[in-house]
């Protein structure tokens, strides 16, 4: 048995090796991915473009809108007198934010009351608006003591502490998560792909004949995929850890076992979906939609479970996306071993087992 | 013009022909957009909460149930020393958690300053982040319901979307991603099935020009794009809510010229590729992908380095995103949006010459 599975294995390969285009995607897709996307996406909001309406002319009010300036979050647009004036400029995108200082601000300040700014928020984003939000209340926290020549300290106090990502930066959070997301969608649709070609072909008929069982048939189609798949995993951690900084505190022994477990499941399911499609067409669009979307948006990569809607966080259950991710983070930035992601290890095993068996099943009988 | 509505004709029949293809088309979109609307979302709420109440005091639980109570937080767990914390963090079981110091009840009662520890998971940075700044609030809301005011206040006024509803902007992005993949999708498959299959031959041997092939193959596609967001657009808008405050002409108006970028897109990678597996990669992974996170859909634009930003102006994607979020949101007209508009126009006219010229060199 297992002498026929390694020929079918070497065929493949040697296949693979003719087909540059599946083992190019393959291989080269997730690191081009990973480069592009790993620089491009970030939720560390800056040069937030600000409008300021000072309707105070005053020190005070020069000194509060340069302590925004210098922040370095916030990029100067425009000044105007009249608050009427920022409709066109909100409509058109031109300020995301700004801020009204009121006539009375200096008087406020000097005669020792308090006062209040105005800030005017572009809401359509929300995502970046919260963070905007955020920003301002630390810059006019800072600014009291200054302006009131006082110090103000509320009556409780919070000592901020960010474990495993002090500065919060989001490629720390955001490259590992973007590496299980390149590695499905290439792993699924080069096997649905490079299986179906094979039926469009005919060629699936004259591995039929062959002495091979299907379960060995199946075992030796995808164990090179498996191979090229882990090669393609392996340079996307390392560019993460290397360009991107995201540490490895964790073993690389877990993480290459957590890998393998996750890449087998993502070719079992490629295989099952090439059961299910009769032509290239179809076959790409299932296998593009039932890998992309459900692991850009139910497996917690960007958009945080726990905020879901029940039944979408029970669909997520179903999406191994969810799992590598979790227990990616867990290895990779905690440094934490399986006494803690075991019950993800867990569920990617049992994804893996079920998909394969979904696979072989669908195998057998169309053959 | 008779032959045109030949073709467009045949090109119908054909779609019509392929069972799986239907399905696809009409009731796909509308379930994704249904568990994607649900799904895209980036408000953060019910941060899983980890307490530990050195105080054990009336005025601790008191501050707890502040947390506790918003729908910020979830408790999930009291710990009584701030060791077994690690745990509760390390397994992602809590993202947040708060300290209250032995002490604390004492020092509220003298009126001394007190500081509690708030502890952030970073792992999940957009998690971290909001829930440290909504405990953070949280705090400040008890020290003013005790009296306390901060010398200035900054009063927070949200344009558009006060509630800072992220499905608001996020669903009719999903639509335009749905969009833009089905009609993309479909146009890069027209020329090269015909290839691939033998029958363009036939297709030239007919007094059709190349002018006339392709219009007729875009224009039932751009007819399916149509149908496929008069399907969808109830869904925006009556079961998810988002409102609409600019006109439907005005969306129309925009939606137009972006159909043509994606469709356009598609020839020209029908043109590009030389079988349907090849057109479908490049489809996927040079204009679709892209497209997606380069829109400033999901990444803002501004926070992308520099030269991302500059390739951020032919997405066309980008666009449409902004034109959306304009005439949804801020009920803004043409007068606003014409920029975003003839932009696409531009891209379309374009990538759709370039298709053109392919097409032409190919047959000849």
């Known amino acids: 048995m297992i002498r026929r599975i390694l020929a079918m294995t070497v065929k493949e390969l040697l296949q693979l090796r003719r087909d540059w285009r599946t083992a190019g995607t393959l291989l080269g897709m997730p690191i081009v991915l990973l480069l592009i996307y790993g620089y491009a996406l970030s939720f560390d909001v800056r040069d937030i473009r600000l409008a300021v309406v000072d309707l105070s002319h005053s020190r005070a009010s020069r000194d509060t809108v340069q302590s925004f300036l210098s922040s370095g979050y916030f990029r100067h647009v425009a000044t105007i007198d009249d608050t009427e004036a920022l409709d066109p400029l909100f409509d058109s995108g031109a300020a995301q934010a700004a801020l009204v200082i009121p006539a009375a601000f200096a008087d406020d300040i000097a005669g020792g009351r308090t006062t209040e700014l105005k800030f005017v928020l572009d809401g359509s984003d929300s995502q970046t608006a919260s963070t905007i939000l955020g920003y301002a209340r630390q810059i006019v926290a800072s600014l009291t003591p200054g302006l009131y020549k006082v110090e103000v300290e509320p009556p409780i106090g919070a000592a901020p502490l960010v474990w495993y990502n002090p500065d919060l930066k989001s490629s720390i959070f955001l490259v590992p998560g973007l590496v299980a997301f390149i590695l499905m969608v290439t792993t699924v649709i080069a096997t649905t792909l490079a299986v179906v070609r094979e039926k469009e072909r005919g060629t699936m008929e004259s591995l039929r004949a062959t002495p091979l069982a299907a379960i060995e048939l199946l075992i030796g189609k995808t164990l090179p995929y498996l191979l090229v798949a882990s090669l393609s995993a392996t340079g996307s951690l390392t560019l993460a850890w290397l360009l991107f900084d995201v540490p490895v505190r964790g073993s690389i022994g877990w993480l290459a076992v957590l890998t393998v477990i996750y890449l087998a499941g993502g070719l079992g399911w490629g295989v099952f979906l090439s059961t299910l499609a009769e032509s290239q067409q179809v076959a790409f669009q299932i296998a593009l939609l039932s890998s992309m979307l459900p692991t850009l948006l139910l497996s917690g990569f960007v958009f945080p479970i726990s905020s879901m809607v029940q039944p979408l966080q029970v669909i997520s259950h179903i999406v191994p996306a969810r799992y590598f991710i979790a227990a990616l983070r867990e290895v990779v930035l905690k440094g934490v071993g399986p006494e803690v992601w075991w019950n993800d290890a867990l569920a990617l095993v049992a994804y893996g087992a079920v998909v394969l068996l979904l696979a072989t099943i669908r195998t057998v009988r169309s053959l | ?364």
Request: aromatic share 8%; glycine share 6%.
């Open chain 2, 1 to 364: 013009m008779r032959t045109l509505i030949n073709i467009l004709v045949k090109e119908l029949l054909q779609l019509r022909r392929d069972p799986k293809i239907l399905p696809i088309l009409f009731i796909a979109p509308v379930v994704q957009l249904t568990i994607l609307g649900y799904a895209a979302t980036t408000d953060v709420r019910r941060v899983e909460l980890a307490i530990c109440d050195l105080d054990r005091s009336a005025a601790s639980r008191t501050l707890a149930d502040a947390f506790t109570g918003s729908s910020y937080f979830r408790q999930v767990v009291a710990v009584d020393s701030s060791d077994d914390l690690d745990f509760w963090l390390d397994s992602s079981r809590a993202r947040i958690a708060l300290v209250v110091p032995a002490g604390f009840a004492a020092d509220r009662a003298a009126g001394r300053p007190t500081t509690v520890q708030l502890i952030a998971d970073g792992s999940d940075a957009m998690v971290g982040t909001l829930g440290l700044s909504y405990a953070q609030g949280t705090l400040q809301r008890v020290a003013e319901a005790g009296g306390f005011r901060l010398p200035i206040e900054l009063r927070p006024q949200v344009r558009y979307n006060p509630d800072l509803v992220s499905r608001y902007f996020m669903v009719p992005a999903v639509l335009a991603m749905i969009i833009m993949i089905m009609t993309m999708m479909l146009s890069s498959m027209a020329l090269v099935r015909e290839s691939e299959n033998g029958t363009m031959e036939q297709l030239l041997v007919t007094p059709l020009s190349p002018g006339a092939i392709i219009t007729g193959k875009l224009v039932p596609y751009a007819l399916v794009g149509t149908v496929e967001i008069l399907t969808a657009l109830p869904v925006v808008l009556f079961w998810f809510g988002v409102p609409l405050r600019g006109s439907l002409l005005t969306l129309a108006a925009l939606t137009a010229p972006f159909m043509l970028c994606t469709l356009s897109i598609g020839l020209l990678v029908s043109t590009l590729a030389r079988t349907q597996q090849q057109a479908m990669m490049i489809t996927t992974f040079v204009f679709m992908m892209p497209q997606i996170y380069l829109s400033g859909f999901i990444f803002p634009i501004q926070n992308m380095p520099r030269i991302f930003q500059m390739i951020t102006y032919v997405v066309p994607l980008r666009y449409y995103v902004q034109a959306l979020r304009g005439v949804f949101l801020k009920g803004v007209g043409l007068e606003v949006l014409w920029p975003q508009g003839l932009a696409m126009l531009g891209l379309g006219a374009v990538i759709l010459t370039l298709a053109r010229l392919r097409f032409r060199s190919q047959v000849g």
